[in-house]
């Protein structure tokens, strides 16, 4: 089992940032991605950024790419994760979630497809003003 637990969320204006954390602690020698996705009301959840365990390899969704960046730490027997957000837009506006993934990867590489992370957080919400 693997927890996971979400923060940085909040309210801010259109074009400041956010830094999102992930904390994953738990039977983390398991892990092979982390991910990030979000979910806007009356939508269905999308990928945001990917980063392997090990922090060499990343991919972003089109509509973040340039703006976040996804990055991976270790401190004694804990992982994090963080997606640093920047030139914030309104339609960044979403409950973001982050994930980890024990599998070895697909065909595509890094997996992007929420049914191929195992444990998810709570949630954290993230409001963009215009």
């Not at 927890?3 to 969320?9: A, I, R, T, Y």
């Not at 996705?37 to 340039?66: C, M, N």
Request: aromatic residues 10%; hydrophobic residues 35%; glycine residues 12%.
């Amino acid at each position: 089992q693997v927890q996971l637990v979400g923060s940085g969320g909040g309210l801010v204006q259109a074009g400041n940032s956010l830094r999102l954390s992930c904390a994953a602690s738990g039977r983390i020698d398991s892990v092979n991605f982390m991910a990030w996705f979000r979910q806007a009301p009356g939508k269905e959840r999308e990928f945001v950024a990917a980063i392997s365990w090990g922090g060499g390899s990343t991919y972003y969704a089109d509509s973040v790419k340039g703006r976040f960046t996804i990055s991976r730490d270790n401190v004694k027997n804990m992982g994090y994760g963080y997606l640093q957000m920047n030139s914030l837009k309104p339609e960044d506006t979403a409950v973001y979630h982050c994930a980890v993934s024990r599998i070895l990867g697909t065909r595509v590489g890094i997996p992007r497809q929420s049914n191929d992370y195992d444990y998810w957080d709570q949630g954290t919400q993230v409001t963009v003003s215009s």
